[in-house]
């Protein structure tokens, strides 16, 4: 008998439309294939001080605690809410999707009094129900948001939100996992005093690494806790001796995914923050131009839209899961299906990062074209790619 | 002003002798950087699947939980701490050295009601000591013990360890980091219930993998428990549903770490495991002669010594860290240096995996020849190389 792990390795090349992984350029994979070296030698210690460096400019901040988290977005969250809530701390997290739930669900892990405070999935979070429902829990520690909404496609008004949460004396914790990189990220200037993302979206790299920034206040709280950490693995303490004081071994750094989120950084640095932004901002343009041709909803509210996460409704009469099987297996293409309430019944499209091109709205729409088509969907061909091409030209002359 | 980030990576080629990460073979760095799929690809699941066959061969198990967590070995020991250990919960902890002191440390962080019993640095567990230790205290959930302590180089004997937990009605977590495909770790035949490893040291590849096993009994204590388990990242129950039943999304897997981890394993078995361990064992061999011959003292009991690690004392008038030094920075090699109670007064050799060759044993051996020897050490030149090889001589005749 023979295993199928005894073949070689041969991954399909698919065209990443869903909410991350996005497709990772061959000049970072490349570099994440070159030697392995220790992660206390001072070689490793340049490359670390690199990717601190950009990933500062990337989040607008001088602050010195800006590293990547050995583990993928969640576990960055994770240690967002080990290092700063300690037990029976009163926190409150807006939830307008999956992942302020997720949000919620961690904080009360670490130990928090959870104050829940909801929103529509589709809508994003009000500022001024915000400044509300923070009179009615004062002392609060602090506030979860997430500025980006993977599963809903909203994006809220983070610089609005912190400035309420900070009339309110708490610390401003903001979920920037598909939002950096691809919008507009000011910790300094907003006041963001924890921000955590991911490096399988708007940067580029493969998942396996979660960029954190944290201010000087919110480090301060870390630093002071009267209680240990809860992780010892995400103990912000100890890992700033490792990335930015004394080099004090705390986990064995995973070198390679270092080196890719580097040469992903980088390439971010020579397109220029700005135009990596309005890449995503225009691609995103013509998706939603092409898919409402299509006849499909948006279901983030207008105004309120991501650039690189677009939800759409999956039509009436029309099985979710078989036309993300044909889209992957007859034409290489993977977008994500709805999560929690929007399961089965909307589609996600990511243009993140690499997968932000032009070319990959017209595959996609073209092939979403055909398959709806064929399941019965009425369809005017080509509409949906003209429509798309006029909203990007546009977007060119503005 | 240029930044050091503007320019392209290249990371000097090491020989890896330290305590991990281990040389990677180019085919592991190959497979690693093939395209990125999705972490919900049937495509990717099959990859996930061949990934925890080949671990199960690994670890000598049928324990279905196999699987790699997504970070690295520290984030292991927190997830075996985190699932089984509820708050309040009595848990004992063997430890002679570094990694037994962090398994300590994080079970606390557990919530645990910690015991520790304490061997001296460079002496394995003894079954006996802990056989009356926990008869002091009855009723214990689990007991932690580190099979190949990686801060001394002793290997303890997990069978009668295990026998004897089992005796007091505990749960048995071993930590298998730097012994996993280095010697031999028999899960099922020893009775061990929770087991982690890490991908850098004897498995061959980069830093960034977690494996952990957990027999059916650890399984259902996890299932049963009556608390959340304090850490979602690395909650069992939820990386079951995603590795081994419904796929139902956790977290984004680090996709191309699990191409690595799937092709060192298969390197490993296509040199078959038990060669695998001979030739760790091998090669100490030579190093061991070696370093005897040169006058220093192994700091592991006789007996009790690792094979994948080992560890000597910094001669008297030596200076730890300029000898590390001149090694990296002269002759491209890598070794560590003492951690705790061994800080400055040891060194860490390793010859895990694709390091542990021949060659690296002369290299290693000729290099510190010559600079202790500048360095006003008294060196009969050669010496040190051929009881090098007439212990691997003698090994190959066995």
């Given at each position: 008998m023979t295993s199928s792990y005894m073949t070689e390795l041969q991954p399909p090349q698919k065209v990443l439309l869903g909410p991350g992984p996005s497709t990772v350029h061959p000049r970072v994979l490349a570099a994440m294939a070159t030697p392995v070296m220790g992660h206390l030698d001072p070689a490793f210690f340049q490359v670390m001080d690199d990717v601190c460096e950009m990933l500062r400019q990337v989040y607008h901040t001088n602050n010195k605690m800006t590293v990547p988290i050995s583990s993928t977005g969640t576990g960055a969250m994770e240690t967002a809410c080990a290092n700063v809530i300690e037990r029976g701390d009163g926190v409150l997290i807006a939830r307008n999707g999956y992942f302020g739930i997720r949000l919620g669900d961690i904080a009360e892990r670490c130990g928090a009094t959870v104050h829940l405070m909801d929103t529509p999935w589709g809508k994003p979070v009000d500022p001024n129900m915000l400044r509300d429902e923070l009179k009615k829990h004062p002392g609060l520690k602090a506030v979860g948001v997430v500025h980006a909404e993977t599963s809903t496609g909203v994006i809220s008004e983070v610089k609005e939100l912190v400035d309420v949460i900070h009339e309110a004396g708490a610390l401003a914790i903001v979920d920037a996992v598909t939002s950096l990189g691809g919008h507009d990220v000011r910790m300094d200037d907003w006041g963001i005093d924890v921000c955590y993302s991911a490096t399988?979206?708007?940067?580029?790299?493969?998942?396996g690494l979660a960029p954190i920034s944290l201010s000087e206040a919110a480090m301060d709280v870390v630093v002071k806790?009267?209680?240990?950490?809860?992780s010892f693995y995400f103990n912000l303490k100890d890992l700033e001796s490792y990335?930015?004081?004394?080099?004090?071994?705390h986990h064995t750094s995973p070198i390679n995914m270092t080196y890719a989120l580097r040469e992903s950084l980088r390439m971010m640095m020579e397109e220029g923050l700005e135009n990596r932004i309005q890449r995503h901002a225009k691609v995103a343009a013509g998706l939603r131009a092409g898919v409402e041709a299509l006849g499909?909803?948006?279901?983030?509210e207008d105004g309120a839209r991501l650039n690189p996460l677009t939800t759409m409704s999956v039509p009436d009469g029309i099985e979710d899961a078989k036309v993300r099987r044909t889209l992957l297996n007859e034409y290489d293409i993977e977008i994500g299906g709805g999560l929690g309430e929007f399961a089965g019944k909307a589609w996600r499209v990511g243009l993140m990062g690499?997968?932000?091109?032009?070319r990959n709205v017209f595959a996609l729409l073209s092939a979403l074209e055909t398959i709806l088509s064929k399941e019965g969907y009425e369809v005017a061909f080509g509409a949906s790619l003209s429509a798309a091409q006029r909203a990007i030209a546009t977007f060119d002359k503005d």
């Open positions: 399988q979206k708007c940067l580029g790299a493969p998942p806790r009267e209680s240990k950490v809860q990335w930015n004081q004394t080099r004090a071994y499909l909803k948006l279901l983030a690499e997968s932000a091109r032009e």
